[in-house]
């Protein structure tokens, strides 16, 4: 099993970037078959974590969406600070348009109701969330989870665009904190 050490934390392997890949595909699919007659719906990245999740979806869909980037932050070390800041947000009009939040993972869900209570205030027609992985144990929100590529133990995980203050995005993998 391949190790990885950030900082002061190791880390080892938890999902391959093969299993990954399979796992989007499956998400793509399903959006493609869901949207396929919306016309051009707007995929919003949640920016740092979810770029490369975000790239690969779009290199699978078939359907003509347009892409939009937000950063948020909630985040210190590996814990939620609770308390959900915009960084950067969108400079366009949402109103009438479908909207897909693409995350990289979902856990307390504090940055997916920030960002659903942002979109409703725009009139925004209908609004989807997909995101790469979930953590079911620690959801406890009310908003539906529309696309989840997959669903993990409630452990701290790094790579494939997820950080442990600010490394570890770049591996290919996704590894998860040795206990």
């Known amino acids: 099993m391949k190790r990885v050490t950030l900082h002061d934390k190791t880390f080892?392997?938890?999902?391959?970037?093969?299993q990954i890949e399979q796992d989007i595909q499956a998400v793509a699919d399903q959006l493609n078959k869901d949207l396929a007659d919306v016309e051009h719906p707007i995929f919003v990245c949640v920016l740092?974590?979810?770029?490369m999740f975000?790239?690969?979806?779009?290199?699978?869909?078939?359907?003509?969406?347009?892409?939009e980037f937000i950063r948020l932050s909630s985040y210190s070390g590996t814990q939620s600070c609770g308390e959900v800041k915009q960084v950067m947000g969108l400079n366009r009009d949402l109103k009438g348009k479908t909207v897909v939040i693409v995350e990289d993972i979902v856990d307390t869900g504090n940055t997916i109701v920030k960002l659903h209570e942002l979109f409703r205030c725009q009139e925004v027609a209908d609004?989807?969330?997909?995101?790469?992985?979930?953590?079911?144990d620690v959801y406890d929100k009310p908003l539906k989870i529309d696309y989840c590529a997959r669903e993990i133990e409630n452990r701290f995980i790094v790579g494939f665009g997820l950080d442990y203050d600010q490394l570890g995005r770049e591996l290919k993998d996704i590894y998860i904190l040795e206990s």
């Open 127 to 136: 609004i989807r969330i997909c995101t790469l992985v979930m953590k079911p």
């Open 12 to 18: 080892c392997t938890y999902i391959p970037n093969e």
């Open 54 to 67: 975000y790239a690969s979806l779009m290199q699978k869909l078939t359907i003509q969406p347009e892409i």
């Open 48 to 51: 740092k974590g979810s770029f």
